[in-house]
């Protein structure tokens, strides 16, 4: 018996991983059938697998044919987050297929949920679920399970179960269940338990070895599922997990996602990434509560070998609201309706006590703590797990929560669920919109979340007008009860106070924060939200200099290259180059908006997913992975582009003589 090697197998590029997920949680795989990263069953849940963050001690699971010198490709099965591996080579082909079942993929499954309490349990079974068959002629292969849980930090234990037909594997804390469906059928099947060749014997992972040769028509299910116990973890396998038919769920969890995807309204260009970057929202929706995670990842670097290392697997308030924002554009209303209750159930007494983010259940305390067990993804340390941003004042959450309901009004949100903005949804705004009266002067950490001393962030008081500003309009149009002449003041003061010190005239910008000639693309977005037109000269002069300084030589944005308390440096930030893109359209640039966009989109990877960052110099993707924060932005950008291309068609279609005078004929004869 040989030990396991994993010294060879080096990290493999960010953008090149499939995301699969059952809005419970959602798991990383390497194109050579390798989950690197899966937290099971819930996003926050330690990791049972991270090679991810550490190649050589860190846990996967892999299935792939014993030559590994044969690729392997990806890609969804259509309007799905269903992922196929397809390893082709003279010998033979195998196909494995990859998925967490669902249910449903309703919104908002747990109406019945009380209000006040976040413990429901809904009593399923959250699996992953990897079926791997030969195609034609026949091809051996390798199946290596090294389960490392709590992050690989202690030692853990496999016990084999009778026939072959699973495992379970334990460090005491976490609990693994393995089945393997269909093993006894095939000749020559071996299954043996392999050593960890670590140095440390207290973080010793032993591995589960298959190997088989698969022909033509043959295959194999492989399940796991978490238990609350050893003896749980023992019955899930026993009593559920082989028992269960996985065709039959494969083929309603792509029923299910198609029938989500289905509902898109969107018939403009780009339409195949647009659905691709709503299934990854959608993916990053946790079901029973009806939050969202920024990303399903922790510590993937900023920059290679960087300290730019952090947790998303939360809610920011911000992420969620323009993820919603993205969603409802599209037509997904259910999604923003579940948020609406999220949001009514945080515990908060007023805007003092709203945090900018929260755990998936609305936890509060998410204390940052390093794992220096683990060398980080290319050896970038510290791995963290937790986020001290959650301790931060940033006053832009409020426009944002703000804008993200005025929007859900406006596409009849209430009206489609019988539900009115009326009661303690509109008592949490208004105190919101009152706090935000008090304090919009007051420094904060902005939208970057930045470490070192608070400042006047343009941004942040941009978004405290948009709290005003969509306050006082769903007051007024709802007559519903707030402190207007106190609003329209304190709008109309911020306006003025931003005009008078976030425009720096010698620069020719709006600049970053208030006496500062740093430039910050968040500034990009003061169009987007309506607060200064896109053609106003400001904002013009704005987008040319971000264009001049802000951007890397492929015209992708940095998100400000000003000191920011920490060291090392990153790339560029995608949802910052989208927002450029979307002020040139808006300014009706559209050659170089569609340019800039179509080149963006090269960076997508294979299977079209994005990551939060893109290194200028590599061309790799960096951050966590997939980011909602990008496949939003991609999402605004497309549409934008739709919308100009319309606004532009429309008025060559006025200018054109014949036409026009139709046009007004028509306008006469009414
Ligand atoms: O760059 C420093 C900060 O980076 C993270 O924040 C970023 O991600 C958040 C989630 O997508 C997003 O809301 C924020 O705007 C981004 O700057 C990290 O979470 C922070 O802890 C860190 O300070």
């Not at 490392?148 to 609990?175: F, K, M, R």
């Not at 989500?260 to 990854?280: K, M, Q, T």
Request: aromatic fraction near 10%; charged fraction near 25%.
């Amino acid at each position: 018996m040989v030990g396991l090697n994993t010294k060879n197998r080096s990290y493999q590029p960010i953008g090149s991983y499939g995301v699969i997920g059952d809005c419970h949680s959602a798991v990383l795989i390497a194109p050579d059938g390798s989950v690197d990263w899966a937290c099971l069953p819930d996003f926050d849940s330690p990791a049972i697998f991270c090679r991810l963050l550490d190649a050589r001690r860190g846990g996967f699971f892999q299935i792939a044919p014993t030559d590994n010198t044969i690729p392997g490709v990806q890609r969804y099965l259509r309007d799905s987050n269903v992922l196929q591996t397809r390893f082709t080579s003279i010998g033979g082909e195998i196909v494995l297929t990859d998925f967490m079942p669902v249910e449903s993929l309703e919104a908002w499954p747990y109406r019945g949920l009380n209000n006040n309490t976040w413990s429901y349990e809904d009593g399923s079974c959250h699996s992953l679920v990897r079926i791997v068959e030969c195609t034609h002629g026949e091809l051996p292969i390798t199946v290596t399970l090294k389960a490392t849980p709590n992050y690989a930090a202690t030692t853990s234990q496999i016990e084999l179960l009778p026939n072959a037909t699973g495992a379970v594997i334990s460090d005491g804390q976490q609990h693994i269940g393995l089945a393997i469906i269909g093993a006894y059928r095939l000749p020559g099947f071996s299954l043996e338990i392999v050593p960890d060749e670590g140095e440390e014997p207290e973080k010793l992972h032993p591995a589960l070895v298959v190997q088989v040769t698969l022909r033509e028509g043959e295959r194999l299910i492989f399940a796991i599922g978490m238990g609350r116990s050893l003896r749980a973890a023992r019955k899930l396998v026993e009593q559920e997990l082989l028992q269960r038919d996985f065709t039959a769920e494969l083929a309603h969890t792509l029923h299910c996602w198609r029938r989500w995807i289905s509902g898109i309204n969107y018939d403009g260009p780009y339409a195949e990434w647009v659905r691709r970057s709503a299934l990854v929202l959608k993916m990053m929706t946790y079901a029973p509560t009806g939050a969202l995670v920024a990303a399903p990842t922790t510590s993937l670097p900023e920059e290679i070998g960087g300290v730019r290392n952090w947790d998303y697997r939360f809610t920011w308030l911000r992420d969620a609201s323009f993820t919603l924002y993205a969603l409802l554009v599209l037509g997904f209303t259910d999604e923003a309706r579940a948020f609406t209750y999220w949001l009514r159930r945080l515990s908060y007494s007023n805007g003092e006590d709203l945090q900018v983010m929260y755990g998936i259940r609305g936890e509060r305390e998410l204390p940052e703590q390093e794992l220096p067990h683990l060398e980080g993804y290319c050896g970038s340390r510290p791995v963290r797990i937790g986020n001290a941003a959650a301790d931060q004042k940033q006053m832009d959450v409020f426009g944002e929560i703000l804008d993200c309901i005025h929007l859900y009004r406006r596409r009849g949100g209430f009206e489609r669920y019988g539900e009115k903005l009326e009661g303690p949804l509109w008592e949490m705004l208004r105190s919101l919109v009152d706090y935000v009266c008090a304090h919009w002067h007051e420094p904060d950490r902005g939208i970057w979340e930045m470490r070192g001393e608070p400042r006047h962030y343009v941004y942040s008081k941009v978004m405290c007008w948009v709290a005003l500003d969509r306050g006082i309009r769903a007051a007024e149009q709802l007559h519903l009860e707030a402190d207007l002449l106190r609003w329209y003041r304190v709008r109309d003061q911020i306006r003025a106070d931003v005009l008078a010190h976030g425009y720096n005239t010698e620069i020719g910008a709006f600049t970053q924060s208030y006496a500062s000639t740093a430039l910050d693309a968040s500034n990009l977005l003061l169009p987007l939200i309506g607060f200064i037109p896109a053609d106003d000269p400001r904002m013009r002069s704005t987008v040319d200099r971000i264009m001049e300084q802000l951007t890397d030589e492929h015209g992708f944005v940095y998100r400000y290259l000003s000191e920011d308390g920490l060291p090392g440096h990153e790339g560029t930030f995608t949802i910052c180059t989208c927002w450029l893109i979307d002020n040139l359209a808006m300014q009706g640039r559209l050659g170089e908006a569609r340019s800039l966009f179509e080149r963006l989109l090269t960076y997508g990877g294979n299977l079209g997913l994005f990551s939060e960052e893109i290194d200028s110099h590599t061309r790799m993707a960096l951050g966590n992975y997939p980011q909602a924060f990008t496949h939003i932005a991609l999402i605004n950008s497309a549409y934008n582009l739709y919308k100009a291309e319309q606004r532009l068609a429309e008025r060559d279609r006025c200018t054109q003589p014949v036409i026009a005078a139709i046009q007004l004929q028509k306008k006469t004869d009414e």
